[in-house]
């Protein structure tokens, strides 16, 4: 039998090259995961991040940390993590603006469901309208029909187009017919420091950026945006018992890794949200922050998939009937 050696050595070069691929499977996670959040640290998604990651680093015995990519309401971290080697050792937390970015932004460097593989959905957080300590409305009525009044002069902070405070922003501005002075921040972390300095108004955001401030009354809240109250903050209405019928937004958090990571690596990723959402700490600390995690049956890359698609359709006919955009 002839047995040509230069096919002999491609064989063997390929059973190399798949061997080390199992290996390094079998043994993932084998450094430092990063964990990229698209926002600025400090804020609401860094908040939840933070927590998860601290667990997943016990589960996978390796840490896991947070890397801050803000900018353009999430859109310079996704497309980054597009890019990233997809091994496992890179993943991203982002939220609802995974599902509007596809509509609102003209030009992507990725697709929001084609570049990212799906790890699981992790918690649904309600958001709060507020202000700071010393502007003039006292009730949620009252806050709208001041800005209706002082329309040229009111400064609304949010995260960038593409974030959950200017989706939320934008539909109370189109609830009220009222438009006014946008001020983007690399996150809500940083919106929140100028509204605690009176440099900025007003703001919607999420309730793990905005409790705490609340509670020890250094901002004014006016609403919480679910259907049913918040547990945490029991006396502030929901902006449809306050007088905005039907105005309703939830946040909710993703983890995903980018196209192409193998299977096995998300797998034990997917687990290892799924025991941090069972935490006793992170179950503690979301509640005092107005959240809780999803149930393990959202916390998998299946539900993630279906959820983001179903959110892409959902939010895309309200964003072109907005007619808002960006480059
Ligand atoms: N809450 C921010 C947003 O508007 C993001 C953040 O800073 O976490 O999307």
Not at 21 to 45: R, S, Y
Not at 191 to 220: H, R
Not at 253 to 275: F, V
Request: charged letters at 20%.
């Amino acid at each position: 039998m002839h047995v040509n050696i230069k096919s002999l050595r491609f064989v063997a070069g390929l059973a190399l090259v798949a061997s080390t691929f199992a290996h390094a499977q079998a043994t993932f996670p084998n450094k430092t995961i990063t964990m990229i959040v698209p926002f600025a640290a400090g804020g609401p998604t860094d908040t939840v991040a933070r927590l998860v990651a601290q667990s997943m680093s016990k589960t996978l015995n390796q840490q896991v940390i947070v890397e801050n990519v803000g900018g353009a309401g999430g859109t310079i971290g996704a497309a980054r993590v597009a890019k990233a080697e997809p091994d496992g050792h890179t993943v991203f937390l982002h939220h609802i603006g995974q599902s509007t970015a596809p509509t609102l932004y003209r030009k992507l460097s990725y697709n929001a469901i084609d570049s990212f593989e799906p790890i699981g959905l992790v918690t649904d957080v309600p958001m709060t309208i507020v202000a700071r300590k010393d502007f003039p409305a006292k009730d949620f009525k009252e806050l709208i029909s001041y800005i209706k009044a002082n329309k040229n002069k009111v400064s609304y902070a949010n995260a960038g187009v593409g974030s959950a405070s200017h989706l939320c922003g934008m539909l109370f501005q189109s609830a009220i017919d009222t438009e006014v002075t946008t001020v983007p921040y690399k996150g809500t972390g940083p919106a929140m420091n100028d509204l605690l300095g009176g440099q900025v108004d007003f703001m919607c955001d999420q309730t793990t950026n905005t409790t705490s401030q609340i509670k020890s009354g250094k901002i004014k809240a006016y609403a919480v945006t679910t259907k049913s109250k918040v547990p945490s903050l029991p006396d502030l209405p929901t902006a449809n018992e306050a007088g905005l019928p039907n105005f309703e937004i939830a946040v909710w958090h993703g983890m995903y890794a980018p196209k192409g990571t193998p299977k096995p690596a998300i797998d034990k990723l997917a687990n290892a949200l799924q025991i941090a959402l069972k935490d006793s700490t992170v179950k503690q600390r979301f509640a005092e922050l107005g959240t809780e995690p999803v149930a393990e049956n959202r916390a998998t890359p299946e539900a993630l998939r279906s959820h983001l698609k179903a959110e892409i359709d959902k939010w895309s006919p309200i964003i072109k009937k907005a007619g808002v955009y960006a480059d």
